[in-house]
T-cell receptor, first 113, second 118 residues
C-alpha cells in the first residue's frame, strides 16, 4: 500500500500553461506539506496544512495555490508556468508537531519548456 | 529562524570504509534534529532523529548521529558503509515543543551526496 502518492510522476508543459499536481496519503495524518527541490537538490518548504487549514505559507509566488479538500488530500495548482518553476515537487504528511516524522511521496518532476 | 549547514556537498568513499557526514545548525531556540536520506529518484525517508535525552541516536541500518549542543552539530556516522548506502543525505532542524510557535517548519541543509565505490 502506497503511503503518500502523487500524480503525475512527470509533467512536461509549456510556459504560460496552468497545471495541477495531486497528493493523497493513507496514513491517517492530519498535516500535509508541499516542498520544492531544485536542480541542486535544495529542498524548501512551500506550504503546510493542518486539518485542512493553511499553517505555513512561505514566500512563494501567488501563481501557486494549494488546496486541501480533506485531511488526506493536498493539491497544488500552478498558474502561468515559468521556466524557473521547473523542479521536483514533493508532497509529505505527518502527525502534527515538530517531533513527528514526515513521510514523503515519490515526487513530481515538472519541466517547463 | 533556523539554518543548517552541511559542510560537504559530496563524500566519496570505498565500500566498508567509515564515513562521517557533517551538519551544523544555527538557532536561537531549542530544536529537534533529523537526518533524512534520499535514494536516487525517490522521496526522502527519515533515517534518525534527536528529540531529547541521550545525545547519541541510532538507525536500524547502522548509522548513528551525535547531538553536540555546545558545537551546534549533529554529525552522521557509519563505521562501515555498503554500496547500497549511496544516496543524498539531508540534515534538518525544527523548533522543539518548548520553543513556542506552532508551525514546526522543517529547515533542510543543502544535502551531502554519499557515493560508495566498490
Amino acid at each position: 500500500d502506497t503511503a503518500v502518492s502523487q500524480t503525475p510522476k512527470y509533467l512536461v508543459t509549456q510556459m504560460g500553461n496552468d497545471k495541477s499536481i495531486k497528493c493523497e496519503q493513507n496514513l491517517g495524518h492530519d498535516t500535509m506539506y508541499w516542498y520544492k527541490q531544485d536542480s541542486k537538490k535544495f529542498l524548501k518548504i512551500m506550504f503546510s496544512y493542518n486539518n485542512k487549514e493553511l499553517i505555513i505559507n512561505e514566500t512563494v509566488p501567488n501563481r501557486f495555490s494549494p488546496k486541501s479538500p480533506d485531511k488526506a488530500h493536498l493539491n497544488l495548482h500552478i498558474n502561468s508556468l515559468e521556466l524557473g518553476d521547473s523542479a521536483v515537487y514533493f508532497c509529505a504528511s505527518s502527525h502534527f508537531g515538530g517531533a513527528a516524522e514526515q513521510y514523503f511521496g515519490p515526487g513530481t518532476r515538472l519541466t517547463v519548456t | 529562524a533556523q539554518s543548517v549547514t552541511q559542510l560537504d556537498s559530496q563524500v566519496p568513499v570505498f565500500e566498508e570504509a567509515p564515513v562521517e557526514l557533517r551538519c551544523n545548525y544555527s538557532s536561537s531556540v531549542s530544536v529537534y534534529l533529523f537526518w533524512y536520506v534520499q535514494y536516487p529518484n525517490q522521496g526522502l525517508q527519515l533515517l534518525l532523529k534527536y528529540l531529547s535525552g541521550s545525545t547519541l541516536v541510532e538507525s536500524i541500518n547502522g548509522f548513528e548521529a551525535e547531538f553536540n549542543k555546545s558545537q551546534t552539530s549533529f554529525h552522521l556516522r557509519k563505521p562501515s558503509v555498503h554500496i547500497s548506502d549511496t544516496a543524498e543525505y539531508f540534515c534538518a532542524v525544527t523548533p522543539n515543543q518548548n520553543s513556542g510557535g506552532s508551525n514546526y517548519k522543517l529547515t533542510f541543509g543543502k544535502g551531502t551526496l554519499l557515493t560508495v565505490n566498490p
